[in-house]
Structure formats: structure tokens, C-alpha cells
């Protein structure tokens, strides 16, 4: 598998360093996962309308993933072992980001599965980051160890869960963090998901605690119109965030979406947002 692009954007008032590129090489085999990817993202580059995760940046990243499957077995489809890194690093080729994962799993032939990983992080900050409203993280350099534990349920079962668990190093830090999600379709037409994680984090400048809870409804009506209908509470910024979108698909890949997207802050009682969103599109064949 190869997968490239090269993009350029002009605007005015900048020159030059106007480019973003993208390589990716990789063997996908049916037990062995060999991936490597170049991606560069230069400092002049803006799409406007686009997103970027970072910019004036370069990234390296590679991937190893072996899965032995155990033919013999009733019970364990396959075995999982991964090691992947990445690294960014700006236009001058100092360090920025580097990460370092190792993962290791069984695959069931329920399909569910229980996976460990073990994370290391480096980041250099050259600008205090505010983690929160009151509390900053220094500039300097960091590396820190974190360890993570998950497993999942059948997801296709009518009913399915799961749940993860992390610990370790944060920043000049720790952190403990743990939640888990729940799915429940007593038909072809509903669908319902119930989703939680909290956080725990105790930094030298102060501690704080994050919860966040979240809902997911689906319903059918038809092979051609949903429901989709997505709420969540969070109680760092103790706010309610709701999405309700209707879609209809009036032709072969087109579609009617109405949206509707709401968000309320429950200390003070107040709405923040409330915007109404009409989407059409058709495809013309020739």
C-alpha cells in the first residue's frame, strides 16, 4: 500500500514555506503489519477552510503489528503484539513530540478483546501550556511512563460493553484515569449507548478531577432515514452538550441532514449556543 498527497496554499502577504506533503509506505499481510509514514506540514501552509493538527511541523512514524492466529484454538482468534513510534519535530529539525507505544492483546472469536500498552512520551514546551483555567504546566521538557488496560465485549451483541483503565505519569505529573461504555440494541432499529470516563490528575501546581458523560441514541426508520441523537455532560466545564440530526437519503449517495446543536452552562442556568444546520447534497451521474 502507498498513499501520498502534496498540497500548496497561496496567501497574501506570505511566501514561500507554502507546502504540506504526506508519504505513506506499508505490507498489511494477513498476521504481519509493516507501516512507515513521512508527513510535513510547513510554516506558511494555511487551507482556510481546512484543519491541521500542527503546524510548521515534520512527523516520522513507523509501525509494527504481529498477530499469530491460533487456528487450533476455539476459544483465541489471535494473539496481538505492536510496537509503533512517532516523532515531530519543527522546520528546523528541533524535538518537539515523541512517543513510544507497546501493545500487546488476545482476540476472541466472540470478538471481544483484552489489550495492555505501555506509553512513553516526550514533549518539549516552549510556551506555558494552561491545562487548566488556574493551573499551568512550565515551560522545559518532559517525559513521562503511562500504563493502559482495556477490554471489549462482542460489539455486534445485543448487548456490549467495555472498559479501560490508565495510570501513570503525567507532565511533572500523575494521572489515573478509568471509564468504560455500554451498548444496548433490543432491535434492528434501535441502537443506545451509554459512555463514561474520569480523570484524575494531581500536578505540583494543584490537582483537579474531570467527569464525562455521554449518551448516543439511533433509530432507524427506514434503510433511508435516522435519527441520530448525541448528549453529553461535562463537569469541568459544566456544561450540557446536545446534537440531534435527522438524514434522509433521498437518492443513491445523497442526502438531507437537519441539525440541530445546543450547549448549556448548568452553573449559571445560561444558553451558550444554538444553532440550526441545513445540509443538501446530491450526486449527479453523467
Known amino acids: 500500500e502507498i498513499d501520498s498527497y502534496v498540497l500548496r496554499s497561496d496567501t497574501p502577504g506570505k511566501s514561500g514555506r507554502d507546502m504540506a506533503g504526506k508519504v505513506l509506505a506499508a505490507w498489511r499481510g494477513d498476521e504481519w ?36 492466529r491460533l487456528r487450533r484454538s476455539r476459544t483465541i482468534r489471535n494473539l496481538i503484539f505492536q510496537t509503533s513510534a512517532d516523532r515531530f519535530a519543527d522546520s528546523d529539525g528541533h524535538l518537539e513530540t515523541r512517543t513510544q507505544g507497546f501493545n500487546s492483546g488476545i482476540a476472541f472469536v466472540n470478538g471481544g478483546s483484552v489489550n495492555f500498552r505501555v506509553d512513553r512520551t516526550f514533549e518539549r514546551l516552549d510556551e506555558e501550556f494552561k491545562i487548566r483555567p488556574t493551573i499551568g504546566i512550565p515551560v522545559g521538557d518532559y517525559q513521562y511512563l503511562s500504563y493502559t488496560g482495556n477490554f471489549s465485549t462482542n460489539p455486534v451483541r445485543r448487548i456490549a460493553g467495555n472498559a479501560n483503565l490508565t495510570a501513570g505519569e503525567f507532565w511533572n505529573g500523575h494521572r489515573k484515569s478509568y471509564g468504560g461504555g455500554l451498548t444496548w440494541r433490543p432491535n434492528y432499529r434501535l441502537n443506545v449507548t451509554l459512555d463514561y470516563s474520569r480523570n484524575d490528575v494531581d500536578l505540583p501546581n494543584g490537582d483537579f478531577t474531570t467527569d464525562l458523560l455521554g449518551t448516543r441514541w439511533l433509530w432507524g426508520f427506514s434503510p433511508r432515514a435516522f435519527l441520530n441523537a448525541f448528549f453529553q455532560y461535562n463537569t469541568d466545564t459544566h456544561e450540557v452538550s446536545s446534537n440531534i440530526r435527522f438524514n434522509l437519503i433521498h437518492h443513491p449517495l445523497s442526502d438531507l441532514y437537519l441539525v440541530y446543536n445546543d450547549r448549556r452552562n448548568t452553573e449559571a442556568g445560561q444558553l451558550v449556543e444554538r444553532a440550526l444546520i441545513v445540509k443538501l447534497t446530491n450526486l449527479f451521474n453523467f
Open 33 to 68: 503489519v509493516f507501516a512507515g509514514e513521512y508527513n510535513t506540514v510547513q510554516r506558511n501552509f494555511d487551507p482556510q477552510v481546512g484543519f491541521i493538527r500542527r503546524k510548521d511541523a515534520t512527523q516520522y512514524s513507523g509501525d509494527v503489528n504481529w498477530q499469530p
